[in-house]
């Protein structure tokens, strides 16, 4: 990671397995980049990062979680995200597994005191089935309830008019969702936890045509073309000082939130 830093990478995205398997990872991570986010379950706590912010994964209510995650992960992860020293973002990542989960899980989290929430859609790689990751059709229509919440719920629903336009089937989504034409492969190094370089997030088996990335649609939703909108959702990302305005648009009431490198 030094030698990492001194050749210009300036931000880390330390994701799962599980980084707090390896704290001293995480907090030499912290003090070599200007910026890190950090991916976990939530089991183990969130151990302080100075320039960092965790992104703790829940994949719905706590039914749906932990069927997908295993029994007790959310009981204790939500546990955890209540003593967490500095709110953490929610992100869910969304298949035929917790699609018709997503509404009762946003209000149930949004009660929490979290930075925000934020969305991917499974991507899966190229010799698996559909079974799991939704078709291009079942995404666009949660792409169009994502853009409800955020229309009801404000700034802490993470997802963009700008995003959801590179995931439509019949928007953006046709203009990168190949290798040779992804941002991220582009400008992201991508590594395994033995320092070897792999293809991309998802690794070298992942199928594009498939892709529901987040830091694609984040991106590209941000600068293609510009949009200030996501460009401020960018920032609350790399930033921990800067929050979620927590502006509400409909009828639910909550307390707001008091406050590149990949490796797996």
Request: aromatic residues 8%; proline residues 5%.
């Amino acid at each position: 990671m030094q030698t990492l830093r001194a050749s210009g990478l300036r931000a880390a995205i330390l994701y799962g397995g599980e980084p707090t398997l390896r704290p001293r990872v995480c907090r030499a991570a912290d003090e070599i980049f200007d910026a890190t986010l950090a991916f976990t379950n939530g089991t183990n706590g969130f151990p302080e990062l100075h320039n960092g912010q965790w992104i703790l994964s829940l994949d719905g209510p706590e039914d749906v979680n932990d069927a997908i995650r295993g029994s007790g992960t959310y009981k204790q992860a939500v546990q955890n995200l209540r003593h967490a020293g500095c709110p953490p973002i929610v992100h869910m990542t969304i298949s035929r597994l917790n699609r018709n989960s997503i509404d009762d899980f946003v209000r149930e989290i949004l009660g929490l005191p979290i930075k925000g929430i934020g969305f991917s859609f499974l991507t899966p790689d190229v010799e698996e089935s559909d079974e799991v990751a939704l078709g291009l059709e079942e995404r666009d229509k949660a792409v169009e309830e994502l853009l409800r919440l955020r229309s009801r719920y404000g700034e802490k629903i993470g997802f963009t008019a700008a995003m959801a336009r590179q995931l439509r089937s019949n928007g953006a989504f046709g203009q990168w969702n190949q290798y040779a034409k992804c941002p991220v492969t582009k400008r992201v190094r991508c590594y395994r936890s033995d320092g070897t370089r792999k293809a991309c997030t998802y690794g070298n088996g992942a199928d594009c045509s498939r892709c529901g990335c987040a830091a694609v649609t984040v991106f590209r939703g941000a600068f293609k073309p510009f949009n200030l909108e996501t460009v401020r959702l960018i920032l609350g990302l790399v930033f921990p000082g800067l929050m979620a305005s927590g502006k509400q648009k409909g009828d639910l009431s909550h307390p707001k939130s008091k406050g590149t490198l990949e490796t797996d």
